[in-house]
């Protein structure tokens, strides 16, 4: 079965970093893009970027540049996304996807809920 | 970048009739634009890519249309599981982007 398991809710003081993890099994972990979308309150989702486990090569939307890093482990078929130096405004539900098309997400994680608060 | 516009934001439809939800975008995506449904609590589900090809496992009575700025999802005889909210998505352009959604509701 394809399966995308994402790490647990995270709260987090402005100007800390999180880090979050995106398991994958059921599938050859290599062989497909991940996507990361974010979903904050009362707003639509956001695509923050992709990586492609097999090179580590990343692709970040332009917003997201300088603050976001997409990573992974193959040895345990992981992904990770790191926010650093974050505001109230992170606050929301990330999403790990994989892309049978590059671009079209088949296979969602069950998304990891970030709350930034002081 | 591309801006997708859903209409209509509501749409109240009985059990067993059909749904037309509208995806408009703000330049031409040619075909490429997918249809995802997100039941509450749930992660989305891909139902629909390049506009009218419908992923793996999903039933016929989901179909899409459309291509440039206009994009069509036609849900038949709505079954109780279909009351969700869709979004739709491009991927023609950089970055890719969403849809503000279409909850389906129970009339």
């Known amino acids: 079965q394809v399966k995308l398991v994402q790490s647990g809710a995270e709260v987090k003081k402005p100007g800390a970093s999180v880090k979050v993890s995106c398991k994958a099994s059921?599938?050859?972990?290599?062989?497909?893009?991940l996507h990361w979308v974010r979903r904050a309150p009362g707003q639509g989702f956001q695509w923050m970027g992709w990586i492609y486990p097999k090179t580590g090569e990343t692709d970040y939307a332009q917003e997201f540049q300088g603050w976001v890093t997409m990573s992974r482990d193959t040895s345990v078929s992981t992904a990770y996304m790191e926010l650093s130096r974050l505001r109230s405004e992170d606050t929301g539900v990330y999403f790990c996807?994989?892309?049978?098309?590059?671009?079209?997400?088949?296979?969602w994680g069950p998304g990891t809920t970030v709350t930034v608060s002081s | 970048e591309i801006v997708l516009t859903q209409s209509p934001v509501t749409l109240s439809v009985s059990p067993g009739e059909r749904a037309t939800l509208s995806c408009r975008a703000s330049?031409?995506?040619?075909?490429?634009l997918a249809w995802y449904q997100q039941r509450p609590g749930q992660a989305p589900r891909l139902l629909i890519s390049d506009s009218s090809n419908r992923a793996s496992g999903i039933p016929a009575r989901f179909s899409g249309s459309g291509s440039g700025t206009d994009f069509t999802l036609t849900i038949d005889s709505l079954e109780p599981e279909d009351f969700a909210v869709y979004y739709c998505q491009q991927r023609r352009y950089w970055p890719l982007t969403f849809g503000g959604g279409t909850k389906v509701e129970i009339k």
């Open positions: 330049q031409s995506v040619s075909n490429f």
């Open positions: 059921g599938y050859p972990f290599i062989g497909y893009y």
């Open positions: 996807a994989r892309a049978s098309d590059i671009a079209y997400m088949d296979v």
